[in-house]
Structure formats: C-alpha cells, structure tokens
T-cell receptor
Framework: GESVGLHLPTLSVQEGDNSIINCAYS??????FIWYKQESGKGPQFIID?????DKRQGQRVTVLLNKTVKHLSLQIAATQPGDSAVYFC????????????FGKGTMLLVSP | DGGITQSPKYLFRKEGQNVTLSCEQN?????MYWYRQDPGQGLRLIYY???????QKGDIAEGYSVSREKKESFPLTVTSAQKNPTAFYLC????????????FGSGTQLSVL
C-alpha cells in the first residue's frame, strides 16, 4: 500500500553550517541517482546527479555521496544559506533500464539566519 | 524553469467539469511527463510520452487523459472521473530516454470549488 504522510522529515540548521540530507533508496539494481531542490510553490530544480561507478561527486557547494553497500545516498551542502531552505528529494533509476525515475518523499531543510 | 512552461499557475474546477492543464517545452526534448504532488508526499507519475502520438500510463492514470500531437506540447486533462483532483501538478521533460534526469515546469495548483 501507499504510505501517506503530511509531515516531511525536517532538518533545521543555522546559516553558515554544513547540512547533510540523507536518502535511503529502494532498488539494489539502481545505478543512477539525482538530487532535486523544490522551493515552495515551484517546480523541482536539478542539483546534482551521480552514477554507481562513483562514490562521490562534487558541485558548487554541494557534494553527493553514494554508499551502494547500504543503499544510501547523501547530499552535503556547505555553508548553508537561507536561500537553501527548500524540500530536497532524491530520485533513482536503472541507467539502462526501461522504467521512469522513482522519487523519494523528501526532506525539508530550514535555514535560520 | 528550463524552457518548460505550464499554465495556468492556478486552476479551479467545478464538480463534473473537465479541465485541461497546458505544458509546452522548447528544449527539443523527446520525452514528457505529468506528475501529481500532494502535500508531504513524493511525486506520483500520471502519464508519460516518449515520442509524438504515443504515451503510457503511469502509477495513477485513472481519471486523467493526455495527448501528444506535437513534440513540444503534452496537455493533461483532469476529467470528472477524478474524484480527488486537488493537488499540485508538475510537467517535466527529458532529452531522450525515460531514465534520464528530468527538467520540471513551475507547476499548476488545481483546486476544487
């Protein structure tokens, strides 16, 4: 069945702190992962992606870590800013597969000045 | 929003009425998608299309219909058969395959009068 939750997990940090947002993915065959940021009332924005032949990938102020052993993905945001406040969610897929992306429910990041 | 335009931003539906949400992209992407987002939940796939004049049902297609007469356009009709249509609707596209990263529009909030 489908789980219904009106309340997302929330991470509250102070401006300037580093933030770590976690995601447990479901399919051990997944080999392509994406992080999205969604601000209130807007569409999701692509942040960074990673394929399973890598353990770590860095972007501007963001780093994604992949642990295939425990099926865990994390997004690290350095020097978090109030503009980073949003819902962050991960998506997974099989790179050579024939199915669409599977999205997680998301984590809300709240950054206080 | 990466060249994907959704309209209108807000839409109200009366009981028994069909309404159509517009989605246009100028990214020359082959694949287009419609997702539904309810508060505190992840994205649920309604329909997707990989090429013109072809589309596939997603996880929650009942009460919805789509068409793909042009590469750039993928309108979604919410029919009167959809008994709980209030949600945030997101259109997305990807360059080629359904296992690539998605680019999203800014969304349409549909509410029932």
């Amino acid at each position: 069945g489908e789980s219904v939750g009106l309340h997302l997990p929330t991470l509250s940090v102070q401006e300037g702190d580093n933030s770590i947002i976690n995601c447990a993915y479901s399919n051990s065959a997944s080999d392509y992962f994406i992080w999205y940021k969604q601000e209130s009332g807007k569409g999701p924005q692509f942040i960074i992606d990673i394929r399973s032949n890598m353990d770590k990938r860095q972007g501007q102020r963001v780093t994604v870590l992949l642990n295939k052993t425990v099926k865990h993905l994390s997004l690290q945001i350095a020097a978090t800013q109030p503009g980073d406040s949003a819902v962050y969610f991960c998506a997974e897929n099989i790179d050579s597969g024939y199915s669409t992306l599977t999205f997680g429910k998301g984590t809300m990041l709240l950054v206080s000045p | 929003d990466g060249g994907i335009t959704q309209s209108p931003k807000y839409l109200f539906r009366k009981e028994g009425q069909n309404v159509t949400l517009s989605c246009e992209q100028n990214l020359n992407h082959d694949a287009m998608y419609w997702y539904r987002q309810d508060p505190g939940q992840g994205l649920r796939l309604i329909y997707y299309s990989q090429i013109v004049n072809d589309f596939q049902k997603g996880d929650i297609a009942e009460g919805y219909s789509v068409s793909r007469e042009k590469k750039e356009s993928f309108p979604l009709t919410v029919t009167s058969a959809q008994k709980n249509p209030t949600a945030f609707y997101l259109c997305a596209s990807s360059y080629r395959g359904i296992n690539e990263k998605l680019f999203f529009g800014s969304g349409t909030q549909l509410s029932v009068l």
